[in-house]
């Protein structure tokens, strides 16, 4: 695994956390959570898998 591929691991990871965090704050709706792991988990799919 490249450098690059770890870091946007763990990029994609913080920001999948920081979503949870806030929904659980009740900062962010259900709907907003889902919007957020959605868009997360595909930014990370077509980079990892297109480098």
Known sequence: M???KLGLLIASLAVIVFAVALY???A???N?????????AA???AMFFTQ
Request: charged share 20%; net charge positive; proline share 0%.
């Open 2 to 4: 490249t450098e690059f």
């Open 24 to 26: 659980r704050q009740r």
């Open 28 to 30: 962010l709706g259900r």
């Open 32 to 40: 907003g959570l889902v919007t957020a792991i959605a868009a997360t």
């Open 43 to 45: 930014v990370f799919a």
